[in-house]
């Protein structure tokens, strides 16, 4: 032990003589970016006149500003100069500020002389950027604002991180949340603080000493509502899982938010969000050590000649010590170490958790849903009592509950293994709170305490879709003014989502247990924990993480990950013959040809002109057998292999509106093409009961108020 303890003091004192492990202050960022595209103007216009005013007004208003930001337009269109200039928030020198700015566009008029009347300079300390076009626009309605022109700012001379390797998924996944994590945390302490003028969030993650502390700063323009500034930093999260490439620092710049890390402190003030940190980790003073002369630096080499031949000694024996150690507690210690792992790795992340959920509570006035405590959702459901048990779903049980107002509500307690990390889950409950129609479930709030998240949402009395048409004593309740009524409302829920919300959402995961019944049995579609928003210009988007029910995938979504909103067009069409046939489409077993689903078997009843065979024999004599027919039409056009060849949603309204219409107008609408062939089968608890039912006998495999997240495994 004696040795031990001269190595140890050997090894105290070279780290406490070392020189600081960051090298001298990198060059001074800059970036720029002149836009040819949106025009040019030449010296003495009216534009170049407007824009000397801009430029002369902008640095002194944005330095004069609590908030470091200022905006204008001048002059008359079509020659009106827009601008922005923003200072960083952590500055506190308004003269700095101002000198910033004014460098900046100075540096814009120099280097974009070619009269470009759109340039952008992102500087260290501030942002600047005109226009002839009014870029400032801000939408009441939409969360979307215009981030453009984003500069990936990766700094290509920072070195690597240790062990980082660009080829190996885990290596790129384990430093991307080193570096997402603290995003992650100013990201919603920047969007959501309402005592910050300058919407500017800085942290610092220090986990422990194998790991690099890391050191964030994030900040949108102070003109943006706080949902809009959480969706311009999420654009930049999308960013930096494409752009990352490992360097110990980098930024995105962006003229609406920005955000940046680096190995040290390289803002002003200690950081908003500590992460990590227990009494531990690095000092928040940002002094250095500039001042050391040369006679420290041979003191530190001389300390440095004399401890590493020691040190490696020393090494040596204690590496020798600690594995017979090991070996003889070998045992124990597989036992004992897991243990105490996971009691660290619980309290960082009951620490995070906690901060998070204050971060979020900020927002709680303004949001469309409550976040609870615990103890309100236990009271609600009599301490999740047996009595008010609803149903379990894949991923938790489902409690009926009544709050203390009388309102009845249903409680999804989501099980530990839900794969739901705490940002995945708020962003899930936001989404539903921002979707306001009558086709859509209504969510009333949510809670999380440590592990645990609830879910509490309206009451659905009559439970889900799948409880009635899949059912031989419930499936005669719903006669075909009924069902119609249904399909009408999943229509226009679904096309709501599609074309009419603040932003476009792919659900993902459309089928019978997520349609839910009201006490008038309207439909609500529930279950957003697989939807994907997407922007206006898209189109449709791929994933190598394929999820959702494969008895309602489209087939270019099960086999190649590529999704957009004719995938869910395709899983309406599957629905819209379940709802008339009232057979499941993965359980139907007659086979007629290729087929052996309800897609192809409905197909093959089409081309032989018998679909009215199809139509479920509970609805017993209908007079409306013309429209039935013609709504089995349409679910063929739905269903069709190829995507381009099916319709939108807009399109599915409009044909369904209009199917009172005769036989003949059948006939107006076109054919279907044939069918994708599925061989592929979904889970038990979507398939059915046996292979010879079609029908079950009873409720029991019907969803209960279940916003269940399924997720296949499988990838392209």
């Known amino acids: 032990m004696a040795v031990l303890s001269t190595c140890f003091l050997f090894l105290l004192l070279h780290l406490l003589t070392a020189p600081p492990s960051h090298s001298a202050a990198a060059p001074e960022y800059a970036e720029y970016t002149c836009n040819g595209t949106t025009g040019n103007f030449t010296s003495g216009s009216a534009f170049a006149a407007n824009l000397d005013r801009l430029i002369a007004e902008l640095p002194g208003n944005a330095s004069a500003s609590p908030s470091l930001f200022a905006s204008a337009s001048i002059g008359p269109a079509p020659d009106t100069a827009y601008g922005l200039a923003l200072c960083r928030g952590d500055m506190t020198d308004a003269r700095a500020c101002s000198s910033c700015l004014a460098d900046a566009f100075a540096q814009l ?4 002389g070619g009269g470009d009347r759109d340039a952008t300079f992102y500087a260290d300390l501030c942002t600047a950027r005109y226009s002839g076009g009014d870029f400032m626009f801000l939408s009441l309605t939409a969360d979307v604002v215009d981030n453009s022109p984003v500069v990936n700012g990766m700094d290509a001379n920072a070195s690597t991180y240790p062990g980082w390797d660009a080829g190996n998924a885990t290596s790129r996944s384990f430093f991307l949340s080193l570096v997402g994590t603290p995003f992650d945390e100013i990201s919603m302490y920047g969007a959501y603080n309402s005592s910050s003028t300058r919407r500017l969030a800085t942290a610092v993650m220090f986990i422990n000493a194998a790991l690099p502390t890391v050191y964030g700063l994030a900040q949108c323009t102070p003109d943006l509502a706080p949902a809009q500034c959480w969706h311009c930093f999420q654009g930049l999260g999308e960013l930096n899982d494409q752009w990352y490439d490992g ?12 955000f940046r890390y680096e190995g040290y402190q390289f803002y002003q003030g200690t950081p908003d969000v500590r992460i990590g940190l227990h009494g531990g980790g690095p000092s928040s003073s940002s002094d250095d050590d500039s001042g050391t002369n040369a006679s420290n630096h041979k003191k530190v080499l001389l300390v440095i000649a004399l401890v590493v031949p020691i040190a490696v000694v020393c090494g040596l024996l204690v590496a020798g010590l600690l594995l017979i150690r ?8 597989k036992r004992r170490l897991p243990m105490k792992t996971r009691v660290q790795t619980r309290s960082r992340n009951s620490s995070k958790t906690e901060e998070a959920l204050k971060l979020w509570r900020i927002e709680e006035s303004s949001s469309g849903f409550t976040l609870y405590d615990f103890a309100e959702l236990a009271a609600a459901t009599g301490d999740f009592s047996d009595e008010n048990l609803l149903g379990k779903g894949g991923f938790g049980p489902v409690y009926k509950g009544k709050l203390p107002d009388g309102t009845e509500i249903a409680v999804k307690r989501l099980a530990a293994h839900s794969g739901q990390g705490l940002l995945e889950f708020k962003n899930e409950t936001q989404l539903i709170a921002k979707l306001q129609h009558t086709n859509l479930v209504r969510l009333v709030g949510c809670c999380v305490k440590e592990e645990e998240k609830l879910l509490a949402y309206e009451y659905m009395p009559n439970r889900s879709l799948d409880c009635f048409i899949f059912d031989q004593q419930r499936g005669p309740l719903l006669n075909w003014e009924k069902r119609r009524r249904i399909i009408d409302g999943i229509a226009q829920g679904l096309l709501y989502l599609h074309k009419h919300s603040r932003v476009r959402i792919i659900h993902r995961d459309l089928k019978a247990s997520n349609i839910l019944l009201d006490k008038d049995l309207n439909p609500k579609i529930s279950d957003f924990g697989m939807a994907r928003i997407f922007g206006s210009n898209m189109t449709e988007a791929n994933t190598n993480r394929v999820v959702g029910t494969y008895g309602y995938m489209a087939p270019e979504y099960a086999s190649e990950g590529i999704f957009s909103v004719k995938s869910d067009v395709y899983s309406f069409g599957v629905l819209l013959l379940e709802i008339v046939s009232g057979k499941r489409n993965s359980s139907h077993r007659h086979h007629y040809g290729d087929f052996v689903n309800l897609l192809g078997y409905a197909w093959q009843l089409w081309r032989e002109g018998r679909s009215f065979e199809l139509i479920d024999p509970t609805l017993g004599e209908c007079s409306e057998v013309a429209a039935i027919v013609r709504c089995v039409k349409v679910a063929l056009l739905c269903v069709q292999d ?22 003949a107008a059948a006939a107006s609408l076109p054919d279907p093409r044939r069918p994708p062939h599925f061989s592929l089968r979904v889970s038990s608890s979507d398939d059915g009961s046996s292979e010879v039912q079609t029908r079950s006998q009873g409720t029991a495999s019907c969803s209960t108020n279940d916003l269940t997240i399924t997720t296949i495994q499988e990838g392209r």
């Open 109 to 112: 008029r120099r280097l974009c």
């Open 326 to 333: 090991a070996q003889r507690k070998r045992a124990a210690g």
């Open 247 to 258: 360097r110990e620092g980098g930024r995105i710049s962006g003229v609406r938010c920005s």
């Open 642 to 663: 190829s995507a381009t060849d099916r319709p939108t949603m807009a399109d599915v309204t409009a044909m369904l509106v209009s199917r009172d219409a005769a036989a």
